[in-house]
């Protein structure tokens, strides 16, 4: 069995209007060596649909109950195959190049068991800070859990996400700082992160802070 380069998780919910954005922007990746993961978490929409649209991705699609995007996101990496894990959310995007530049610094740096950064803000900038919810910081200083890209032995020691809704990319980091995972950054922005969409799980909350 040929083991792809990289598996990439869609966890997805009740998103039929910007699915497709993303599995667009899977089409358009220059690098070819990957799987596709979709964890459809109970949707009531037409996703199964859509993701039938896209049959030249070679979609892997499975239905579940829902359970919150957190287990649909655990889901996916179980079923995962590839040398390294990586996430899109279903209202965001990879710019073409995104792949093949993790590739190329995954060959270079064959140490890296974590790697993440590298984004393109689209709408708010602002999060609320998992240390003080009642105050919000730019994602900047944030951890981007769709720029994460974990190798088989990371996936192994962190067995998957966990943590509360808000701060499950964060917590994830802080797990893989204790364990001693050899982690790396880049700079180069091509997760396309849409905070504009109005659905997102932080969106939502801000919402909350705000009233």
């Not at 030249?56 to 957190?70: H, R």
């Not at 990319?169 to 905070?195: C, N, W």
Request: hydrophobic fraction near 35%.
């Amino acid at each position: 069995m040929t083991i792809p380069f990289f598996s990439v998780v869609i966890a997805t919910y009740n998103r039929e209007k910007l699915l497709k954005r993303a599995l667009d922007s899977l089409c358009l990746q220059t690098e070819k060596d990957w799987e596709l993961i979709v964890i459809d978490d109970g949707s009531t929409d037409q996703t199964k649909e859509i993701v039938k649209e896209y049959a030249e991705l070679k979609p892997q699609y499975f239905f579940q109950e829902n359970k919150g995007f957190i287990r649909a996101k655990n889901a996916g990496i179980k079923r995962s195959k590839g040398k390294f894990i990586t996430f899109l959310d279903s209202d965001d995007e990879y710019a073409p190049d995104h792949l093949q530049l993790r590739k190329k610094f995954l060959r270079e740096n064959p140490q890296t068991e974590f790697l993440h950064g590298g984004v393109k803000i689209i709408g708010q900038p602002y999060v609320p800070d998992v240390n003080q919810p009642d105050k919000k910081i730019h994602l900047s200083e944030c951890f981007i859990g769709g720029t994460y890209f974990l190798s088989k032995k990371a996936v192994e020691i962190l067995k998957g996400y966990g943590s509360t809704a808000l701060s499950t990319d964060f917590d994830m980091m802080q797990r893989a700082i204790s364990k001693g995972l050899t982690i790396e950054k880049v700079d180069f922005p091509t997760y396309i992160y849409h905070r504009d969409s109005g659905s997102s799980i932080t969106n939502d909350m801000l919402k909350g802070l705000d009233q």
